[in-house]
């Protein structure tokens, strides 16, 4: 006997959240469930490849990552010029050097922040370096008696201990051999030349090499300023949110779920996780063959993702329809869902949050649970800031293209316009929401302990679609969040590394 489910779909109704249209009241006829095109065969074959898929994926970006390439046991250990470490240290002596001036008492402040500097230590060299920044915020007398600690710590045949002595040479007040200069630059850069311009003759400008912390001050404060005016919107959106909610119980939201047994935008999902994994296959036997300089292989083969969102197009469903069922359209006018989209974002902030600090702690508990097994916890990393700190400028530019283009359009027409819109023929709203919401955030490769906050963002972005019908909303809200943390992060590397 056929199946139901492989007769021609019926092509879907005008959707309820187009222009015009208002939300219904709960007693009102229910519009029509057209299914979605495709079979339940079809679902199942897609099933099985998407989450087979998805666990390899999933495995790689956030529990099997390479470690970075350990270096020759010949290499000489040094401070990177792009590290966070160093973002982080120039910054405190910047601000110092400004405020110093205008408060003797300026040193202070930034001092009890040395702990924390002197954990985003990644080897011996920022050690050391950690005992510049001592000197200029605590004087020398507590650079000395950090450098006699990490004196006791190293080991006896450690090429960094004629450094260290240096340094103990330069804050007793002399002044190390001309010939030890060029190692002490070369093992410590910024700060060694900082250590340095205390030494007669070294040619080394302190004012110039420590100016700059009246732009990284104003930086701050203008970031600062900026995230207390999004806080207070973000206050003000989250409670008429919530009083919008219940004045509007008993309303159904503009999107319509399909009935069960259509396949194609399931098919969606399952092609853009095969073909993610095709592309971290591919960069992987690519890059190694590529210059270190040069943009990385999978920013490319990124964009060649962009087709897959189309893919119902091949299997025979018409533009018009795509646009539709794949919530493409502008609903109440485009300018009312991309408010709507803004207004969503700002009024889900304050959970966002709450998801950020449920990620610190489980890293603090895992850092601790590592600390009892007598495990060092690594550095803290951040990737985004460590490719915009080492990145040239055309890595820098496609990056943000990536995060402001290329997400936007392809991640939301494909988790909240395809998967969500499957799952939902099956699922009510919080089973499709939260299931969208997860793999959206183990495709990232965050890890695990950062998923809660991606998770949040996918269950909010999935709320607009259900809400508005449409993925203007979603789109418009993905791009703000992405631009304006991208947007931040590279001014604050060009400002506090240059």
Same mark, same amino acid.
Do not use: K
């Given at each position: 006997m056929p199946d139901p489910a492989d007769a021609p779909h019926t092509p879907f109704p005008p959707d309820p959240g187009f222009r015009g249209a208002r939300a219904a009241p709960a007693d009102a006829p229910r519009p029509p469930r057209p299914r979605d095109p495709g079979s339940r065969r079809g679902a199942i074959v897609a099933w099985i490849v998407a989450v087979i898929a998805f666990a390899i994926v999933a495995g790689i970006q956030n529990f099997a990552k390479a470690p970075p390439p350990e270096s020759p046991d010949d290499a000489p250990v040094r401070v990177e010029d792009t590290s966070q470490f160093t973002m982080i240290g120039k910054v405190f002596l910047r601000v110092d050097h400004w405020a110093k001036p205008i408060d003797p008492g300026a040193s202070g402040q930034f001092a009890s922040s040395l702990p924390m500097l002197a954990d985003t230590a990644a080897n011996d060299a920022d050690r050391l370096a950690v005992a510049v920044v001592t000197a200029e915020l605590l004087g020398d007398d507590a650079a000395l008696d950090r450098l006699d600690a990490l004196a006791d710590e190293l080991p006896d045949d450690t090429p960094l201990r004629p450094v260290l002595d240096d340094l103990r040479t330069i804050y007793a007040g002399g002044a190390p051999p001309p010939d030890r200069w060029p190692e002490v630059e070369d093992t410590l850069g910024f700060f060694g030349r900082v250590a340095l311009s205390r030494v007669e003759g070294s040619g080394f400008d302190r004012d110039h090499l420590l100016a700059g912390g009246a732009g990284a001050m104003g930086f701050i404060l203008g970031v600062v300023?900026?995230?207390?005016? &999004?806080?207070?919107?973000?206050?003000?959106?989250?409670?008429?949110?919530? &009083?919008r909610l219940a004045s509007r119980r008993g309303r159904r939201p503009a999107f319509v779920p399909p009935t069960p047994g259509g396949s194609v935008f399931l098919e969606t999902f399952a092609l853009l996780v095969c073909a993610f994994l095709l592309m971290i296959v591919t960069s992987s036997i690519i890059q190694p063959h590529m210059p270190k300089s040069g943009v990385p292989i999978s920013f490319i083969l990124q964009w060649t993702l962009l087709a897959v969102p189309f893919w119902p197009l091949l299997r025979g469903v018409r533009f018009a329809e795509w646009r539709r069922l794949v919530g493409l359209h502008a609903g109440k006018g485009l300018l009312r869902e991309? @408010?709507? @989209?803004?207004?969503?974002?700002?009024?889900?902030?304050?959970?966002?949050?709450?998801?950020?600090?449920?990620?610190?702690?489980?890293?603090?508990?895992w850092w601790s649970i590592q600390g009892a097994f007598g495990r060092e916890p690594p550095p803290p990393q951040n990737e985004i800031l460590e490719i915009v700190s080492s990145g040239n400028l055309a890595?820098?530019?496609?990056?943000?293209?990536?995060?402001?283009?290329?997400?936007?359009?392809?991640?939301?027409?494909?988790?909240?316009?395809?998967?969500?819109?499957h799952l939902r023929s099956r699922l009510g709203f919080a089973g499709a929401g939260i299931a969208s919401a997860c793999f959206f955030a183990f495709m990232h490769g965050y890890g695990p302990l950062l998923a809660p906050p991606l998770i949040t963002l996918g269950l909010v972005f999935a709320f607009m679609r259900e809400w508005r019908g449409t993925i203007v909303p979603s789109i418009v809200a993905h791009w703000l969040h992405n631009a304006t943390l991208l947007t931040i992060s590279i001014c604050a590397v060009r400002i506090f590394t240059a």
């Open positions: 300023l900026f995230f207390l005016l &999004v806080g207070l919107a973000s206050f003000v959106c989250f409670v008429l949110a919530i &009083v991309a @408010g709507a @989209g803004v207004f969503c974002y700002l009024a889900s902030l304050p959970i966002y949050l709450g998801a950020m600090v449920l990620s610190f702690l489980l890293i603090t508990l890595t820098v530019i496609l990056l943000f293209m990536l995060a402001t283009v290329w997400a936007p359009f392809v991640e939301e027409t494909v988790f909240r316009g395809s998967l969500f819109r």
